[in-house]
């Protein structure tokens, strides 16, 4: 089964501080995505990367950056992280071609911003 | 990508089935029907998808109608376990570079009842 790990299920930070958010999938997929949720909003999407070292803006990329060094790695940057970043964040990936409907998404990194 | 229309929420008894439908009347002829659900607390997991044939697999129906603009997702034997918001995507399947993403509305929440 496909597995994809988000490194923290809960975290709190203070006003400023600098996130990192690590998801790591185990299925070699070419594809891997940053959602937030919050309740009422759905998912959106932050950033995504279809290759190692290429990135391409969500709908909501402002304030975020991402880092995908490897093909199984791909971690989503708070640089200064503010209250509003308090949210649900949901890494998925999933292979590309026909396949690149089917995400395989994370447990969920829940952030909370002081 | 299309957008869908799905009702808020629905009720279902446990044992029975439950159907949960999806209109998408602008739907184009290269895009897919995507369904999704996400248990509370959970990320989303991916159920089914289909073109225009009616598919089946180990979790769920999807039954397109012939003219595309409407589907019905159905749990043939609800469990309590089935409860979460299901949610109907539609999307080109095969597209490259900004067209990877997903976009997820505010989906059904199903409630399975003893």
């Known amino acids: 089964d496909v597995k994809v790990t988000q490194s923290s299920r809960y975290l709190v930070k203070r006003t400023g501080e600098k996130v990192f958010l690590e998801c790591v999938q185990d299925m070699d997929h070419e594809n891997m995505f940053w959602y937030r949720q919050d309740p009422g909003l759905g998912l959106r999407l932050i950033y995504f990367?279809?290759?190692?070292?290429?990135?391409e803006k969500g709908d909501i990329p402002e304030g975020y950056s991402v880092s995908r060094e490897k093909k199984e790695r791909f971690s989503l940057i708070l640089e200064s992280a503010s209250t509003n970043q308090t949210s649900m964040y949901l890494c998925?990936?999933?292979?590309?071609?026909?396949?690149?409907?089917?995400?395989?998404f994370g447990e969920g990194s829940r952030l909370t911003v002081l | 990508d299309a957008k869908t229309t799905q009702p808020p929420s629905m009720d279902c008894a446990e044992g029975r089935a439950a159907n949960l439908p999806c209109n998408h009347s602008?739907?184009?002829?290269?895009?897919?029907v995507y369904w999704y659900r996400q248990i509370h607390s959970q990320g989303p997991q991916y159920i089914i998808h289909g073109l225009k044939n009616n598919e089946t697999n180990e979790m769920a129906s999807l039954i397109i109608t012939e003219d595309r603009k409407s589907s019905t997702l159905i749990l043939p034997h609800a469990t309590l376990r089935d409860t979460a918001v299901y949610y109907c995507i539609v999307r080109v399947a095969d597209s490259g570079g900004s067209n990877y993403k997903l976009t997820f509305g505010k989906g059904t929440l199903l409630t399975v009842n003893p």
């Open positions: 602008t739907i184009s002829g290269n895009e897919y």
């Open positions: 990367s279809y290759d190692v070292k290429m990135k």
């Open positions: 998925a990936s999933s292979l590309l071609g026909l396949a690149a409907g089917e995400l395989f």
